[in-house]
């Protein structure tokens, strides 16, 4: 297919996922702190945990710093609804939006339809007003961003063909996922280190014995809707090596990292080796299908295929959570230069 | 004369409930959006004729207006919320550029009232528009080729050879099929008498025909009784005839057992081009791709677009870029939204354009002056639609009388579309008719000047202050028609956007300019 409409829905799939993740994310840490009380001791927990949402989401650098420090009055509006944050959720959601008007023709209406409602409805000043007026809305307003997000994936689901776009729509979502849930992880786990709930520990039984409080794992298995699957696939309650191992190593839970890089593998296998035949295209003189970002994703799959947990502690996990972000992005540069001649709209040319 | 417009009567007052007694149960009529009567106020109403006693509805609109007078105004308006609503979810917006860059998406506003075009009336705008893309056809093959015409001194040379859209670069090139003008999109306006004329001929990128299938969409889809056994011809064969006239333009055929075969694009400038839904829309239609100059490349002239496994050579492009963006190498250097080498190609005859390059020059406004004789020249016929009576001031005796005449004249920049450098003598002030003065004096070839004709009206849903209701008023419309040639010759889509000028007592009827559409029915 076109390169700039194969880069569009790579696109769309990773916006949609990261407004979803944010969502998600916002949404959690909202009721987590509520729950910390109103000492001074409290206060400091409180901002840290938003300062770190600032981090997993990459908002650091945007942040107003003159708005004080980071808290529910201020975090949620900037990663909801700013439009100096090219990563908020109003911003992904526009960026979403203008890639699948420029390749309306190729998406289903509906699909079409809902993205462009949604996107005409966070746009409303009035909706926006409400929804930063209060907490409780500003939690109702991320549910449905989540909300809208499944939908988007259902219809897109059961209205598109498993041609080359799907592929690439998935590739998107799921090297997004897989990033960010290694962010997440990561940041968790340096948060929660720093409290002195994981101390240093570098295997699963220091892990769990020096974990103090178990309700931030809870939370973070509540972001990424695995708290659930958690109990069915681990058999036991909350302990932080297992929850560890489902979010890295679980080849069946779908916001794992082993599992949402099997699913860009799956997709590029698919780019490479069937789509050729149907593509109606012929390579460039002097190209081959041969694909440094298959061979990239494929590497990346079957370490953690092959891991075990021990493995991943051994060595530090802050540093193998670093090394899975760096490699997604290499994954993400050899696929623009790959398969697309041209770069979708970023967020400074869309402002442009 | 817009501005000398006599009151006409008026139905529905006091003793005008038996004006209708020829058409529709007066009781019927005086209620519901028609309560207060319906004034002709001395135009030619698409709708409604002036009978001795009052306004009765014309033949072929009895029955809609029957049921349209049962309705209050609270189901129309919600019918035009509806519809208007559906066009922004959808996306069926243009691009307007306000101030200071600021791009907005918009709708084109949709009036519920259909404009309804009875089988003898078409039939003549059909048969019309058929002999004149014939003629205009010739005479740009002519024109890029043996130049008889000009030889023949029907038409001025220096008027061909100096505007702005003749392409010397293509002077001698053929096309396939010697055609020019696949697409034509021709604005028709209906005069004091109901007289059909041409006002301009769009011959290069005419735009709105997707909103002509989408106003009918949702016609369907709110006022679905409306339709009931009238008769209407319906409009969606269009995107197929298109794709069918592509295809066969192509200069490869397919090869059986090959996977492709021709491959058909669209071209646009890109998702901010005001007109980019359309493009998108032809495309998803047609089932081809939409593409921008980025993603194609000439190689020995060849044209191939990018994909993600290398290169796809394209046959056929339907372009919606204008000529003078089409190839920076032949045309505007500082173009991005071309394909560098693409003359090339179509030099070498691998690669076909839709419409092809220098059909501009057929569209002048200048030009039009000259298509009645264009006309009887190459067909020997005579022009079964009119013109609309044209001074050149490039002629120095016209000039004189447009000067002395400008506040009763509408004068045009030749090569200006939507509404845009234009004056409306009677409708401006005189600050206005001093720059035109000026502008004229300076380069007399760029301005046309016409007499204003009091195009027709058609009743359209005005809603009151509250909000709730509201009334049928005349409102001054125009028509276009869209024309596909191919090589079964042309075919007239039956309808055509019907723009209307919104703003009461305006004749201006162009989307940048406050105007609205309809969806138009041609009867069986």
Known sequence: ?352 | MARARGKGQVAGSADGGSALAGGLPSEVLAEGVLRNGYALDGFFDEAFEATAKGVAPRKQYVDLLRQIAAMDGADLRRGADLANRSFLNRGVTFTVYAEGDRRTERILPFDPIPRIIAASEWAVVEAGLRQRIRALNQFVHDVYHGQEILRDGIVPRRLVVLGRHFRREVVGIDVAQDQYLHVVGSDLIRDADGRWLVLEDNLRTPSGVSYVLANRQIMTRIFPDWFADLGVRPVDTYAGRLLDNLVGLSPRRAVPGASGGPAVVVLTPGVYNSAYFEHAFLAQQMGVDLVEGRDLFVLDNRVYMRTTFGRRQVDVIYRRVDDEYLDSLAFRPDSLLGVAGLLGAVRTGNVTLANAIGTGIADDKVLYHYVPEIIRYYLGEEPILGNVPTFLPFDPEQLEHVLANLDTLVVKAANESGGYGMLIGPHADEKEIEKFRRLIVANPRNYIAQPTIPISRHPTFVADETGDSGTLEGRHVDLRPYALSGPDGVTVLPGGLTRVALTPGSLVVNSSQGGGSKDTWVLQ
């Open chain 1, 1 to 352: 297919m076109l390169s700039r409409m194969a880069a569009s829905l790579y696109w769309i799939g990773r916006y949609v996922e990261r407004a979803e993740q944010t969502a998600r994310l916002t949404e959690v840490t909202f009721s987590h702190t509520l729950a910390m009380g109103s000492t001074s001791e409290a206060e400091a927990r409180r901002e840290r945990h938003w300062t770190a949402l600032l981090e997993i989401v990459g908002a650091v650098s945007t942040f107003p710093r003159e708005d004080g420090p980071p808290g529910e009055s201020n975090v949620p509006a900037h990663l909801i609804f700013s439009h100096d944050n090219a990563n908020s959720i109003v911003e992904c959601i526009a960026l979403a939006r203008d890639n699948a008007r420029t390749m309306r023709h190729q998406v289903a209406t509906e699909m079409w339809e809902a993205l462009n409602r949604f996107h005409l409805e966070v746009q409303q000043p009035a909706r926006r007003r409400r929804a930063t007026a209060e907490a409780e809305k500003a939690t109702r307003f991320c549910r449905s961003v989540v909300d809208f997000s499944q939908l988007l994936q259902g219809i897109t689901d059961s209205t598109m063909p498993r041609e080359e776009g799907w592929y690439f729509l998935q590739a998107g979502k799921f090297l997004e996922r897989a990033e960010s849930t290694a962010r997440t992880l990561d940041v968790n786990y340096r948060l929660l280190a720093g409290e002195g709930t994981v101390g240093g520990a570098t295997d699963g039984l220091a892990l769990d014995a020096a974990a103090e409080d178990i309700q931030p794992w809870a939370t973070l298995l509540h972001s990424l809707s695995a708290y659930e699957s958690y109990h069915r696939i681990q058999r036991r309650g909350i302990q932080p090596s297992a929850v560890i191992e489902l979010l890295t190593l679980s080849p069946v839970l779908p916001r794992s990292i082993r599992f949402s890089v099997g699913q860009v593998e799956a997709a590029l296998a698919h780019i490479t080796e069937q789509a050729p035949a149907y593509n109606g295209s012929e390579p460039m003189p002097g190209w081959t299908l041969d694909s440094e970002a298959r061979r990239e994703v494929g590497r990346l799959h079957a370490d953690f295929a092959y891991q075990r947990l021990e493995d991943l502690l051994a060595g530090g996990l802050h540093r193998a959570l670093i090394d899975v972000q760096r490699r997604c992005y290499r994954i993400g540069d050899r696929i623009e230069d790959e398969f697309f001649a041209h770069r979708p709209l970023t967020a400074q040319e869309a402002m442009a």
